[in-house]
Structure formats: structure tokens, C-alpha cells
């Protein structure tokens, strides 16, 4: 058996023809962004967006190909489809968003409700928030999934302590099946890709890459999918905005005003593709000094409760800095799983019997998906 490397894949691909027969795909300069990872191969294919849908055979056909390769065992192919610069994005400015309307994009198929996990910034704790308000909502008898969004820098192996790869689903092959760990269906690119790798892709294919995870994967019949998203306010984000219909988003910060001014723009992002804000939660909100049992307030207090009221949106709760909750986060054992009776486990207890409270009572909801248009 030879060896997996680009080569060999490029090869490959050399069957499988563009649209119109003339010639192959590799040599049409459409194949990029290779990504091997141990048995697994991922890349994309560079197409003109007024060309998507007629690639879509052509994509099939390179998945196909590169999964007969020896030694491959999951292949995922993207279509990159770029909108070519106009003369106003040349000049480095972009037109105003047109006001967001209805799409008939379908949601997740046995999904109930999507609700992201969004913070303006990195290190705010956005990641351990999201696993354990998900364990937290499954300890109301719901059943839930949790979808690593960000593509560039996956958590939930790691938080989950999850190391095996997704399996096909024996009853869909095309599709893989969501991993369980306690309790929770999971998803993440980190499952397929080493955590040493790094994912060098453009806005596209993660785009493209978060579309498969959604729609790819069996995930089973879902009262609530978490979304753990990427910082900041990009491509991830509006993806999920675009393509599926989320029922709200929780937004988290720590007290200090620098993260609240980029914890604003997250809101902000969210309120204007009209996506409901479940409300705010203050992370790393204050220490309790093991010692001598004196509280510190670290980063200040108080400062997301005070957002909120200022946003008009729900303040969910405070969470403090604890190093066990880093320490159980770091070794793949969630609080709220592992120590369900710790003021933490019921801190998010509280958070998540609010935030389903809102979803079953209407304050908040399925709802048509906005189509987000930037030229």
C-alpha cells in the first residue's frame, strides 16, 4: 500500500473531470487546501459561485475517488465558492448589509432548538460555558447535542475527553454519526483532525465545513443543540445565522470593560440578523481564596449584569474563577458531569432552567432565517 500524502490524493482526483469533460479537476487548478490527517483527507474545490450547484456532482465524484485511495478511510470535500471583488470591496470598502430576509433554508433535521454560545473575544470561557450549560440542560431531561463551531481552534475533544474518530452511520453511509459522551451527541472538526494539525482555510470552506457538520452528521431527534462558536463576530457566525434557524444566543463575558465592548458587538451581531439574545452570563465573575475564604473580585464585578440591563436583555448568572472548573475542564471531566452538588453545577443549573424556560414559554423560538447579502 502506498503512502497517504497529497501526491497520491492528487492523483487521484486527476479522474475525475470539470464540468464539461474538457479536463480534470486538478488540472483546471480547482483543487486547494489538502489537509491529511491520519486516515482522514479533507480540501476544497475553488469554484465561481454562479457555478456551486453544477459542482456539486463534480464534488461527489472527488469525494468518491478519494475514498477508493488504500488507506483513507473519511473524506470531506468543500466548495469553495468566492464572490468575485467588485470595485467598491477593491477599494477596501463593502456596501451596507441589505435588511435581512426570510430564507427557506431547512434547520437541522430532528432538532428542536440551535442555540449558540457566542462571546465578542477569546479566554472569556465561551467553551466551558457551552459544555456545561448543554450537560445542564440534559440534567432537565432533555436531550441534547453540543456542535463545536470554531473551526480554527476546537474545544470539545478536549473538554469532552472524547479521542476516537466518527463512525458512517451504518444506516446512511453518506452521512457520520455524533459521538456521545455524557449523555451528549458531539460534534467537531477536532474529532478528525489532530489537535497538533493546523487548519489553514479560508472563510469558504470554513463555512462549508460548518454546513456538513450541521447537516452531514446524524445527530437523532434533539430537544436543544448547543452551538459552541468562535470568537468575534465572522464567517462562523454568520453561517450559522444563515443556515439554520437559531433559536437564541447566550452571550459571555467577564467583568472587566474590555471584554464587555467586544461582548457588545457579539450582541449587537446576533440582535441585527434577528437572532433572540437569551441573555448574558459573567464569567471568572470572582475568586473565593481557598485560604482564607475572602472573595476577590479579579476583573471587577458586576460589569455583564450591568450590560445587560443596559442591552435590555436577561442577565443569566455569575460563574467564579475556580481553578477546579479549569482543572476539570483541562482534563476532559465537566463540572456539572463530575460534580453535579458544587455551586457551579447549580450555578449552571439555574442557567439553563432559564434558558429552556424561555424557549418553551414563546419569549423566544423557532424562527425564519434572515439571508444575509454583503457585496
Known sequence: MSELNKEVILEALKNVKAPGGETDIVSAGLVSEIVIAGQNVMFALQVD??????????????????????GVDKVMVALTAEKKPGAEEQQGRARKPQKPT??????????????????????????????????????????????????YGPSLPKLLGIKQEPEPDPENPDKLMALEAYGLKAMSIGFVVDEATPVI?????????????????????????????????????????????????????????????????????????NV??????????????????TRHEIFGHGGARQEAEKMGVPFLGEIPLDPILRERS?????????????????????????????????????RSMPRIVVE
Open 102 to 151: 426570510a430564507s427557506q433554508a431547512p434547520g437541522i433535521p430532528g432538532v428542536d432548538h440551535i442555540i449558540a454560545v457566542a462571546s465578542g473575544k477569546g479566554g472569556v470561557g465561551k467553551s466551558t460555558t457551552a459544555i456545561n450549560l448543554a450537560l445542564a440542560l440534559r440534567d432537565l431531561g432533555l436531550r441534547v447535542g453540543i456542535l463545536d463551531a470554531d473551526i
Open 49 to 70: 459561485p454562479d457555478q456551486a450547484q453544477a459542482f456539486e456532482p463534480v464534488r461527489k465524484a472527488a469525494e468518491e475517488a478519494v475514498k477508493a485511495i488504500p
Open 276 to 293: 433572540p439574545i437569551l441573555g448574558i452570563v459573567e464569567n471568572m465573575s470572582y475568586f473565593i481564596c481557598p485560604n482564607c475564604e
Open 330 to 366: 483541562d482534563s476532559g471531566r465537566p463540572i456539572v458531569a463530575t460534580e453535579p452538588d458544587s455551586p457551579h453545577a447549580d450555578a449552571y443549573r439555574e442557567m439553563a432552567a432559564e434558558v429552556w424556560k424561555k424557549l418553551q414559554t414563546g419569549q423566544v423560538g423557532k
Open 201 to 273: 482555510w479560508r472563510g469558504p470552506m470554513v463555512m462549508s465545513a460548518l454546513q456538513q457538520m450541521m447537516h452531514e452528521i446524524t445527530w437523532g431527534d434533539l430537544d436543544v443543540m448547543v452551538v459552541d462558536m468562535p470568537p468575534g463576530t465572522g464567517d462562523a457566525q454568520l453561517t450559522m445565522a444563515q443556515q439554520v434557524p437559531l433559536s437564541g444566543a447566550v452571550i459571555v463575558s467577564t467583568p472587566q470593560d474590555l471584554a464587555l465592548i467586544d461582548a457588545r458587538k457579539g450582541l449587537n451581531m446576533f440582535k441585527r440578523v
